[in-house]
């Protein structure tokens, strides 16, 4: 039967989707993907491999630029800049893939819970989404502080939970269609059970939307993290922080020394632009990978 | 007009058989739309039963009650004398039913996850069902593949790189796989080509004489219910406006609404006119009290 002979292209394919996705890249998802493993690196290995001690303070350096191996100078207190960047993107980095995990992990449960039970269930989780939807994340943020006291945690926890119905209402849509699908029914007659039918069917069918809006949720993390720490809230000076390395700098920043904040700042715009360019072309292949 | 739904299934074996499958006043409302209105029908081992009629005559709503998918607003179904109207409770239960009736969806396209292969899915209803170890249950994929002839490659390709027939040859040898008595066809080959179509209905039918199952059958197309079925019921708006034999039926129509039916199958001298002409008249005909 000619109609029934595989196509090769198409088993080809089936191979590995996976690569497929990645073939729709480009240059500037490959560029993306480059900082972001950059700054993984560093986030594990910087703290490890920083040329000096990040809190190492001589104020007879203070403000000075870039000297023989101090590479990046000195911030208004004398510390080496380069150290101080290295050191502070363990917690910047990981404070954003922790808030973005958080908030995945909640927002995905509450999607699939919803879907699958509807009903009355889905109407009240649906309206507590909603009422979350009206906090602004920093605000929850800022609240968190002032109960628990500012640290890197609480501001977290905050934006973690202030995020979830962001992931929660886009995951929902996604595991309705999903859960209206013939095969899901087929499995129900099978006699499969709904922990079953979630946890190996559903979900499985949703990650590639699920990986897309933790990448996006990241470069949001990363910059409210920062702007947080920026306000006192977060990160505590005089631990490395880049949003506490901007906040450190501004007094230079008016004195003519803008070197601190701005190296800060870029790290932080490369490391978001990188995440928020790669979710979106991971978004965009999740929806063409499907069928 | 003709109420026949009270009429039992010809009676040359419905003495001493028990009915696999048997449906008793069977109603569904959809807020203040009957879908389903008072449907009865017994089926017995071996032999099968069509439902037919046009889109929206509430025919898939009657497969997806008996399979549990939707809850019966009224009457009862039993199911190898076990009476299935309420849904299970239990995960026991549930999968005691999975292992009676099983049904088989019109779209290949959506009735087979796009990310598991048919070997893999199958291996996953034996787990769920039976202890085999994995030589046993490979055993059984390589024979399930076999009755609904598909090749080792085929099998384990996933549903991506099958067409449409060889997804619903899938998704029969999914449904075999518990080993039900009643096999529910949901319009199962409406979606294939006709050549395609004439090889998965005599997959069926070789299943049927090899597993003495029993089919119902919910088609609009008369041809394949004429090739596979004993018996039919012909709905209309929800209710059954005729049922009997399947020769009968087809051969012999009563009712407005089957003539129509039958004359609307394209062939030699068939005119949309003169159906327009029909259809009014079986509206008219239905619309009466």
């Known amino acids: ?291 | 007009m003709v109420r026949m739904s009270e009429t039992s299934i010809p009676a040359t074996t419905s003495t001493e058989v028990e009915p696999v499958l048997s449906v008793r006043g069977l109603r569904k409302v959809f807020g203040t739309q009957v879908a389903v209105d008072d449907l009865s029908f017994d089926l017995l081992p071996g032999r099968s039963v069509a439902i037919v009629g046009e889109s929206g005559s509430g025919k898939t709503t009657v497969a997806r009650m008996i399979v549990g998918l939707e809850k019966a607003t009224a009457g009862t179904i039993i199911a190898c004398g076990r009476d299935r109207s309420k849904p299970a409770r239990r995960g026991a239960e549930r999968k005691l039913r999975g292992r009676e009736v099983q049904i088989v969806f019109q779209d290949p396209y959506s009735s087979l996850d796009p990310r598991q292969s048919g070997a893999n899915l199958i291996d996953e209803v034996l787990r769920v069902h039976h202890d085999h170890d994995s030589a046993a249950r490979t055993r059984i994929v390589g024979e399930l593949a076999d009755i609904v002839g598909l090749d080792r490659r085929q099998i384990h390709a996933m549903p991506r790189a099958l067409s449409g027939g060889q997804r619903q040859r899938v998704a029969i040898a999914r449904a075999l796989a518990t080993a039900p008595r009643v096999l529910i066809l949901d319009e199962s080959v409406a979606a294939l080509d006709v050549s395609i179509q004439a090889q998965v209905l005599n997959v069926l039918a070789d299943i049927r004489d090899e597993r003495g199952i029993s089919y119902v059958l919910i088609s609009h197309d008369l041809a394949v219910v004429r090739q596979l079925t004993e018996d039919a019921l012909v709905m209309q708006r929800g209710v059954v406006v005729e049922q009997g034999r399947t020769v009968d039926i087809l051969d012999n129509p009563q009712h407005d609404y089957t003539q129509m039916l039958r004359a609307s199958v394209p062939g030699p001298g068939w005119k949309p006119q003169r159906m327009r002409e029909r259809l009014k008249s079986a509206q008219a005909a239905a619309a009466k009290p």
Request: glycine share 12%.
């Open chain 1, 1 to 291: 039967m000619s109609i029934e002979i595989l196509d090769p292209v198409a088993e080809a394919e089936e191979a590995a989707p996976s690569r497929r996705r990645l073939r729709g890249l480009g240059v500037i998802g490959w560029v993306s993907i480059g900082v972001i493993v950059l700054a993984l690196l560093l986030a594990i290995f910087g703290p490890i491999v920083r040329p000096f001690d990040p809190n190492l303070s001589d104020l007879s350096f203070a403000n000075v630029g870039p000297y023989g191996s101090h590479l990046l100078g000195f911030d208004g207190q004398g510390r080496d800049v380069l150290s101080r960047l290295m050191e502070g993107a363990r917690t910047t980095v990981l404070g954003a893939g922790f808030v973005a995990l958080i908030a995945v992990v909640i927002g995905t449960t509450l999607a699939i819970a919803t879907a699958w039970f509807g009903g009355k269930f889905d109407a009240t989780v649906s309206a507590g989404i909603d009422v979350l939807f009206a906090f602004p994340g920093i605000l929850l943020a800022v609240v968190a502080a002032a109960v628990f006291g500012p640290s890197l945690f609480s501001a977290g926890l905050a934006l973690a939970i202030a995020y979830s119905p962001y992931v929660a209402r886009v995951l929902r849509g996604a595991a309705l269609k999903e859960r209206s699908m013939a095969y899901i029914a087929a499995l129900e007659v099978q006699g499969f059970g709904a922990w079953r039918l979630c946890a190996r069917h559903l979900l499985p069918n949703i990650s590639s939307l699920i990986v897309a809006q933790g990448t996006i949720l990241f470069g949001f993390a990363m910059v409210d993290l920062a702007a947080i720490s920026f306000l006192g809230l977060g990160v505590q000076s005089p631990q490395a922080d880049w949003g506490v390395m901007v906040a450190e700098g501004k007094t230079g920043l008016l004195q003519g020394y803008p070197l601190v904040s701005l190296v800060a700042v870029l790290c932080i715009v490369a490391v978001v632009a990188a995440v928020s360019f790669l979710g979106e072309r991971l978004d965009a292949g999740s929806r063409d990978v499907r069928r």
